[in-house]
């Protein structure tokens, strides 16, 4: 089923290596820019919920400021123990420099 797609910022202002972060309706979304490819995924930690959004992003890995957990923002995988668990991905996509994120709310 088709989500919604949400206009979250502007291309032009995410340089690469940049995060940014976005609510939509409550939902925390953060956004990676990795050598220019864009990547939507839950802003929430799944440790304790700390914000992805005001972590470090090196390459396509961001690590949570609160306690150092680290994901790969292109699957939202978890690269520590227990490496079972991911964060939410959203599609993302540009149009007219805008950002889009798709959201299925179901």
Sequence with gaps: M???????GEANELAPGQLIYAAIEGLPVAVANV?????AFS???RHE????SAGVLIGATITCPWHGWAYDVRTGKSLVP???LRLATYPV??????????INWE
Aim: with cysteine.
């Design 43 to 45: 802003d929430a930690c």
């Design 82 to 84: 227990p490496v079972g």
């Design 2 to 8: 088709a989500g919604e797609w949400v206009k979250i």
């Design 49 to 52: 919920g700390g914000p992805l």
């Design 93 to 102: 996509r540009i149009c007219d420099d805008a950002i889009w994120i798709e």
């Design 35 to 39: 050598d220019g490819s864009l990547y």
